[in-house]
């Protein structure tokens, strides 16, 4: 996404910067340099795709299987954890699903750890009541002061689980029947502290957004855990759609609420403990994905945000134990990704005056040549990952292809809203657990607008305003390429103006068509 950019570090460019006649060539040396760097070090980012695609195919047939499989008298006791705040429209279509598990009543205990500020609780206690009636064994479990949000919910309710294993599901996941019994027997080794599902896409045809956000988290789930699991690498529990084992809870430290991914946090804590994680892509467990941009805007911010507190918190202990030397890299590429974002903004500022140096040099045949070139190296990475991710996940894959250049414009239209969260984590500044609106959506739901009229909504801030400078700064630019004729930028210019075009408009209209009422923040924890 970043590749049109490339097209000005060159030789020759350099050589007008620095020996041009006029007073302005020390600066454009320097602007020419700061973005070489910047480019440099988002190409190293954009290669290690790369190596994980590599990871993926040489172990794609390394299939996980446990150490050996339970049977139904041997099935270990499970708590499910099932932490809420403010989920109104769908505590009833989560406990409906927990309840329909196929699993020995005796051996399954329920908590409901409910943090919630609304009718969410009535709601609850009458849900729980049901299920109560029906024979489970189910706590529900209120907090009023929300002390370290979702981890201190979590560390509460570790205290009163009767059993080793712990289940969590969020509340816009809906467990199938199967899950646990498929899962579970990945514990019958007693060094496994994580057996983690994919997660499924309830209502992933309803948007374009959602159709996006399925491709970018099927990149995640279909080749980078098992990429990295496969191999002997870190990876991380992904906070819902899994289970943990209770001794490696405790041994790692526990559920700490010092970073607002208190997931992320955990998984390497107990893996730097000596402790094995299990992914099994074949398990999976469905969610509901945003479908309001701006409350897909809070969720992206909250993980890049909290991926950043969590390596200034294990990465230097990360590098310093003794792990394999392949697990410190990719752990390091892992956890300084988000730090990328620092690094678009000042980039997409700087692709104007690039243009305008560009469009005097190499121009004719020569320069289309240089630029389709140098494009598509410089995109690969992306479009190859992503088009592999289409490949293993859709059938038709080939029928989605417009997906990826989509997704790429998502990805730089959101590099504002990713530079606050990076930038806020960078300061240390401190902010609550911002949850995710949910408005019990599914497949059914395609093309539905009826989560207009629901209640909660994303937060709104000044981000959507400079999305729009953006989205106005690229619209010039590509008006400056076409008339420069500088035919091979054009595709990737239209990217960003696409990317930031589309996220300004639906962050700035779309929460107008819903009713006033908002989804207010969290007080402060204690």
């Not at 954890?81 to 989920?87: S, T, Y």
């Not at 299990?278 to 897909?296: Q, S, T």
């Not at 469009?359 to 020569?366: E, K, S």
């Not at 250049?405 to 960078?426: D, I, R, S, T």
Request: aromatic fraction near 12%; glycine fraction near 8%; proline fraction near 4%.
């Amino acid at each position: 996404m970043f590749g049109h950019s490339v097209l000005v570090f060159n030789n020759s460019l350099i050589r007008e910067a620095v020996d041009g006649p006029d007073q302005s060539s020390l600066l454009m040396a320097i602007l020419v340099g700061i973005y070489g760097l910047i480019l440099l070090t988002l190409s190293v980012y954009g290669g290690h795709r790369y190596t994980l695609l590599f990871n993926y195919f040489r172990s794609r047939k390394r299939q996980p299987q446990p150490l050996a499989r339970f049977t139904d008298e041997e099935l270990p006791g499970i708590t499910v954890q099932l932490p809420l705040f403010n989920e109104m429209y769908v505590v009833d279509r989560l406990l409906e699903a927990v309840s329909g598990i196929d699993y020995p009543r005796d051996r399954l205990q329920i908590q409901v750890l409910d943090d919630s500020t609304d009718e969410t609780v009535q709601i609850s206690e009458r849900a729980v009541a049901r299920v109560k009636k029906a024979g489970f064994d189910i706590e529900y479990i209120h907090r009023t002061d929300r002390t370290g949000y979702k981890a201190g919910a979590l560390e509460n309710g570790l205290k009163a689980a009767k059993h080793d294993l712990i289940a969590i599901f969020d509340a816009d996941f809906r467990p199938t029947a199967g899950f646990l019994k498929e899962i579970v027997h990945y514990f019958s080794d007693p060094k496994v502290a994580v057996a983690q599902g994919r997660w499924g896409h309830l209502n992933e045809e309803q948007t374009l957004l959602t159709r996006v956000q399925g491709l970018m988290l099927n990149g995640h789930f279909l080749i980078e855990h098992p990429a990295r699991n496969r191999n002997g690498l870190f990876f991380n529990f992904n906070g819902t759609g899994g289970l943990w084992r209770k001794e490696a809870i405790v041994d790692a430290g526990g559920w700490q609420h010092d970073t607002i991914t208190e997931d992320l946090d955990l998984s390497y804590r107990a893996q730097m403990k000596g402790w094995k994680f299990v992914y099994d892509p074949d398990i999976v467990c469905p969610a509901e994905l945003p479908v309001e941009m701006n409350a897909f805007k809070s969720q992206q911010h909250r993980w890049a945000k909290g991926s950043i507190q969590v390596m200034f918190k294990v990465l230097p202990d990360l590098l310093r134990a003794r792990v394999p030397f392949l697990n410190k890299i990719e752990g390091f590429f892992h956890l300084t990704s988000n730090l990328c974002y620092l690094l678009v903004v000042p980039m997409c500022l700087l692709s104007l005056p690039m243009l305008v140096l560009r469009a005097r040099i190499a121009n004719g045949t020569l320069g289309l040549v240089l630029d389709i070139g140098i494009l598509l190296c410089a995109t690969a990475s992306m479009v190859v990952f992503y088009t592999v991710t289409q490949a293993v996940g859709y059938r038709h894959w080939w029928q989605r292809w417009h997906l990826v250049p989509m997704m790429m414009a998502l990805g730089v239209g959101m590099a504002v809203n990713q530079f606050k969260a990076v930038f806020e984590a960078v300061i240390g500044h401190k902010s609550p657990f911002v949850r995710t609106p949910k408005y019990n959506l599914d497949a059914s739901s395609q093309g539905s607008a009826g989560w207009l009229t629901k209640r909660y909504r994303g937060a709104r801030n000044w981000v959507p305003f400079v999305e729009l400078f953006f989205a106005l700064y690229f619209t010039a630019s590509l008006t400056f390429a076409i008339s420069e004729r500088l035919w091979g930028t054009i595709p990737f210019v239209m990217i960003f103006v696409v990317g930031f075009w589309y996220i300004a408009v639906l962050s700035l209209f779309q929460g107008r068509q819903r009713t006033k009422q908002a989804l207010q923040p969290a007080p402060a924890a204690a």
